[in-house]
Each structure stands twice: as structure tokens, then as C-alpha cells.
């Protein structure tokens, strides 16, 4: 379904043939046909091959995709789902990696598939990719192991971390395939992005669902950038009375490197009289589910919280005032009634004072006064 909205987007069909080709899987041809899925258009990709008996390891698969005429980039990403594949599968039977059988996804059709996808991406050349919450269907499937429930194990493997969607459809909607190219491939999950769209392309699966029509939808455009004085964010918060000082420190620590605009900490009172934390990240939607995810595997909650506020900014431009110590930097912002402030930066102000010896303070309250002195005119 991937591969169908890869062509349907716009990826040349006839170049994805040929890196396929290339892997040396004799006799492997994809074609392309448009079909209708509870009256919507789709593109469905059919693989056709040779009939096969073959279990491949991971090494195989790595040793052909090498050996092809793959561009580096896709032989990376081609390789990195797999990879991805083959812990997932290592994990839920309890081997190595390099032991591991590849069963349904070591078949044709199936490399055939993924590398497909990393070569329909990188023709498509798109810079970021964000995805919905995944949906996984409900019900029981039978795998070469057996039956089991859905998510399959190796599915469920590959999207711990992920934000799932509920669904009462009784029929596997996401494979271990689809889960390891999303959670390789996507950038960020959920809303989406502020963006221009440009093209959409449906990609059709083989079954025909009853209540829902059987299709992946992809869209892609121009991101929106345009910068606006009110503009929303998100607030997720969470609380903690079992977390060591360091333990909130380093959930900090990993919130910034997501994302998070601010992180904040608040005492509380919870509950058996317990002293706690209340932990408060701000974020832009764009990297809400990444922050939830940073809470939820780096802190000891069980649960969090989260809205979107509407914020307003200042304008505000950065300057540079001299001082007898050296520059300092320093961001100018106009208030209402026509007024200006200037902030001095605190790093700059921190190596003047580290260099210098002069106390920090004086370094601030000197850099005030040089703004002070040339009356800077508000910013623009």
C-alpha cells in the first residue's frame, strides 16, 4: 500500500522496476493498476514472481542489496527497515539477529516491497515525513508460528514508542512490514503539519474492508513556516512522587533534545502526603507525540495530560551593545504603549564574568546602560 501511494504520488514505476531488477530476483515484476476501494481511486501495486522456497536470513538480504544498483541512500534505507525487521523478530522468538528466519518477509514479494519504498522515497525526495497514530486492527491472524492476536508480536515489537490509533476493524491493518517502514521513515507522528499540499497519492491494499476503505493516503507539499505574533502550542504535563532529582533532570534533558520549547518543574503536594514534581513541557505541535513519548519511557508516570494554548509573542530582533569587558548580545522586544526592552543573554554575560572577574551583575546592569544610552528604536 506504500509502494502503490509512492507511484500514485508521482514515483517513476519504470525506476523502481529497475532497482528491483537489480537485486538479481529473476522473473520479479511489479505492475500498477487503478482501482476503486469503497468508491474511491486507488493505485494497487501486484508483485508477480516465480513460485519459492526459500527462508532468508538477514545477510542474505544485506549481501543483495549491496551487491545492486541501488543509490547509497536507498541501499541504507532498504537496509535499515530490515534491520529494524530482523530485531523486532530476534526480540519475539528469543534469538540472535543473525539467526533469524525471515519467513514472510524474506519472500519476493516482500523485498521486493521494501525496497521499493526506499527507492519510491528517495525519488519523491521529500525532506520531512510525519504520520498519523497507527491503526493495528483487531482480531486474531495466522502467522507461520500460529495464530495470534493483533498487533502480531513482531508488529507490536516495532512500534513500541509509536502512538497507536484505536480501531474496531477485525482484520490486520498494519503487517510487520508496514510497521517497520513507518517507524523508520517518519520524522515525527500526529496532526497534520501546517503545510501547502500539492500532490496526493492513494496506494490500495488487496482486501476490501466493509466498514472502511482499504487505502494509505499521502500527501505532499510545502511545509507552512510563516511566523505569526499568536500561534498555538501544546502543554503536556505529568506528575511525579517516585523520581529521583537527577532522574527529572535527565527527563529534561531528553524533552529539549525532542523539541520541547520550555520544561519546567512546579513543587506539589500529592497524594498520602507526598511531596512531588510537576512537570510541565511546552511544545509545537509538530513535536507533541515526541514529547509524549520522551515522558512516557524516560519518567516513572503511568500518564500524562495535554491541551493546545494559543500564546502570544512580543516582536522582537536581537542586538549587540559593547561593554568595557567585551560585546554582549542581547534581544530587543517591543512591549504595548511603544515600549523597548533589551535582555541581555546570559551565556554572553557568563564568559565576560568567568574571563573577567567582574561580578556577573555588573556585567548585566552594563550592558543595560549601553542599550539605555543609544535608545534603540523598537523592534521591527
Known amino acids: 500500500m506504500t509502494l502503490g501511494a509512492l507511484v500514485d504520488a508521482g514515483a517513476d514505476l519504470s525506476a523502481i522496476q529497475a532497482g528491483i531488477h537489480s537485486l538479481g530476483l529473476e522473473g520479479c515484476q511489479l505492475t500498477a493498476e487503478e482501482v476503486k476501494k469503497n468508491g474511491f481511486r486507488a493505485t494497487q501495486i501486484t508483485i508477480q514472481h516465480p513460485p519459492e522456497h526459500v527462508h532468508r536470513h538477514l545477510a542474505d538480504i544485506t549481501k543483495m542489496i549491496d551487491e545492486s544498483q541501488l543509490s547509497a541512500n536507498q541501499k541504507e534505507t532498504a537496509k535499515n527497515i530490515f534491520v529494524r525487521l530482523g530485531k523486532a523478530e530476534a526480540k519475539v522468538h528469543g534469538t540472535s539477529l543473525d539467526k533469524v528466519h525471515f519467513h514472510e518477509v524474506g519472500a519476493i514479494d516482500s523485498i521486493a516491497d521494501i525496497v521499493g519504498v526506499a527507492i519510491g522515497w528517495d525519488l519523491l525526495n521529500v525532506d520531512r515525513i510525519c504520520a498519523s497514530p497507527i491503526p493495528t486492527g483487531t482480531g486474531t491472524i495466522q502467522i507461520a508460528h500460529g495464530r495470534c492476536s493483533l498487533p502480531a508480536p513482531a508488529t507490536a515489537e516495532l512500534l513500541k514508542g509509536i502512538p497507536l490509533v484505536a480501531s474496531n476493524v477485525e482484520a490486520e491493518l498494519t503487517t510487520p512490514t508496514g510497521a517497520a517502514i513507518v517507524a523508520e521513515l517518519a520524522d515525527a507522528f500526529g496532526p497534520l503539519p501546517a503545510m501547502s499540499i500539492e500532490t496526493i497519492g492513494c496506494g490500495a491494499g488487496e482486501r476490501d474492508l466493509p466498514s472502511q476503505p482499504n487505502l494509505l493516503r499521502l500527501l505532499l507539499g510545502t511545509a507552512d513556516a510563516t511566523p505569526s505574533p499568536a500561534n498555538t502550542i501544546w502543554v503536556v504535563e505529568t506528575q511525579l ?58 519518567s516513572t508516570t503511568l500518564g500524562l495530560r495535554k491541551w493546545s494554548a494559543e500564546r502570544t509573542i512580543l516582536p522582537r530582533s536581537t542586538h549587540q551593545v559593547a561593554t568595557p569587558w567585551g560585546d554582549v548580545a542581547g534581544i530587543v522586544a517591543q512591549r504595548p504603549g511603544n515600549l523597548v526592552s533589551f535582555s541581555p543573554e546570559y551565556e554572553d554575560c557568563c564568559k565576560l564574568a568567568q574571563a573577567t572577574g567582574v561580578p556577573l551583575v555588573e556585567i548585566y546592569r552594563t550592558a543595560q546602560q549601553a542599550f539605555d544610552a543609544k535608545k534603540m528604536p523598537p523592534a521591527s
Not at 533532570?249 to 520550555?262: K, M, N, R, T
Request: charged share 20%; proline share 2%.
Open 241 to 298: 512522587d517516585d523520581a529521583t532529582g537527577e532522574w527529572i533532570g535527565h527527563l529534561q534533558e531528553q524533552l529539549f533534545a525532542v523539541g520541547a520549547i520550555d520544561v519546567y518543574c512546579t513543587a506539589i503536594q500529592m497524594k498520602k502526603n507526598r511531596p512531588g514534581v510537576l512537570i510541565t513541557a511546552l511544545c509545537h505541535r509538530e513535536h507533541l507525540m515526541s514529547v509524549e513519548t520522551a515522558i512516557l519511557q524516560h
